[in-house]
């Protein structure tokens, strides 16, 4: 067994990695086999599961971590990509994170530009700029200043 420590998205995880000399198995196998071998040492079946199940559930929350992480960023660009493409559809700009909307910036019918700010959203007390990704029409802005939103959310409409 290897020890290694793992930083996520700042938090630190100390992980066991297992060499299997050149065998190839899936986590949920390994998995069960470690909960079988503790069970059979400690003797107790409730102790065992918990205690093999430990360690793969930190590993796995800690590349489930960094998953999550990188999958948002991903999710958001793909959409932004694909409706690049079509420059005569409708573009959703989403809230990247949580937030509170301090300023517009455009209004509806506003002529934008690829990275002209569209508004300022507050998240974590940190002013981040949200800017149109390709030159269009605000069609729509279905948030005022001061609202809260959520990560996803649609904060604006180009055309």
Same mark, same amino acid.
């Given at each position: 067994m290897k020890r290694f420590r793992v930083t996520v998205n700042?938090?630190?995880y100390e992980v066991e990695v297992e060499e299997l000399n050149g065998q190839l198995d899936t986590a949920e196998g390994a998995g069960r086999r470690q909960e079988a071998a503790a069970a059979s040492s400690s003797g107790s079946?409730?102790?065992?599961?918990?205690?093999?199940s430990g360690g793969p559930s930190a590993a796995g929350a800690g590349a489930g971590g960094g998953g999550g992480a990188a !999958?948002?960023?991903? +999710?958001?660009q793909p959409a932004a990509g694909?409706?690049?493409?079509?420059?005569?559809?409708e573009l959703p700009i989403t809230a990247p994170m949580p937030g509170t909307i301090l300023k517009l910036q455009a209004a509806v019918g506003d002529s934008?530009?690829?990275g002209d700010v569209i508004m300022v959203l507050e998240a974590m007390k940190?002013?981040?700029e949200?800017?149109?990704p390709r030159a269009g029409v605000v069609k729509a802005i279905p948030v005022a200043?001061? !609202?809260?939103?959520? +990560?996803?959310?649609?904060?604006a409409v180009l055309s």
């Open positions: 700042g938090t630190s079946s409730e102790s065992g599961p918990r205690g093999g !999958a948002e960023p991903k +999710a958001a694909g409706a690049q493409s079509g420059s005569e559809t934008v530009s690829a940190m002013e981040n949200i800017t149109a200043s001061g !609202a809260t939103v959520g +990560a996803g959310e649609v904060l």
